[in-house]
């Protein structure tokens, strides 16, 4: 080989590809074999950065979180018709069932919400384009998932219609950005997400 | 760094993490956020992502848990840190949505990533200035081990485009290390 190497071919040798032409090259190069030692020295400086410490302590919003889902499915599973009953209450205006009222901290939270969906849905958009064949495992999440969201977005549209914006309102929206950041997930990577 | 608390978190507490006990799980999280919070913050571009990703991360640990099959020892590690990466990598897609609307929003800040002036950088000076892929594939290849196929599969790319990423990423880091030689 007359030239040095580029990066890609020392790259390559040092990942165990390099062709036969690379490595007589690299055996008798001062300034390449120099290149490919600072690429393992540039690696092990990689390898040896320090560890960090999160800044804050996630542990509590993740357990209000995963708390707020459980509560939800409980309700979900044990009580649909006491949900139909808030519904209709809700929409009919009876005083109380709407809690607080409108709150323009929840409404924000809905904004950001929506906008974060907005987004998701983007990438899912891209990453439903670009994926190849799923088995039947993967599917019945992708297929499960959709369902999920489909109940959501029936639920936001029932209250939307229903007047201001509600905490109830935030909590669909927030379970559906959930649901879809799953759905991107397993298009993504099925295999973290129905194989094991 | 976490082998201390990582052999403290023995079979059984994995177990009682997969029947949804919380001090359980809490105890997975305790013993993972340092290594879950680094990997997001070395593949993110900022902190606050790198927490994002962080508490995503977990979320899907608890929910996912009972249906974690592994048993040798890492496994569960390996199995988390994926799912992290998988959390990380969608993140930076998703910046770059963010990023697009930024644009069409003030009229655009563009190159604002990539101002390096021939300034000798630390290393992790240097890896924050790569584009957010070639960090995330430099990261994920060099430093956690993962192949050029693993990688194409979790990025929904080929492995071609993971190489050439490797590839840039290491001319980069060379030259804002001041590393330009001989060569
Ligand atoms: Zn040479």
Redesign the pocket.
Known sequence: ML???TIAELLDLRGGEGSAAVRT??DE?D??RA?LDRLHQRVAALKALPSLTPPRDRWPVVRDALTRSRRRRWQRAGGAALAAAAALALMVGIPGVRGAGPDIAIAQEVDELKRESHQLEQVLHEVEQERRVVNGMVLTVIVDLEDRIAVIDAGIATVQTAGPVTAQLRDLWEERVILVNQLVATHVQPAAYAGH | MADITLAALDDMAVHRAKSGDLAALERVYRAYEGTVYTLARRMCRSPEDAEEVMQETFLEVCRSIRKFRGTGPGSLTAWIKRIASSKALIRIRYEKYRETEALQEDGGWAGRRDGDAGLQLDLEAALRQLSDTSRAVVWLHDVEGYTHEEIAEQMGKTVSFSKSQLSRAHARLRKMLGEEAQ?
């Open positions: 030239r040095h190497c090259h690299v190069c300034a390449c290149e | 060569c």
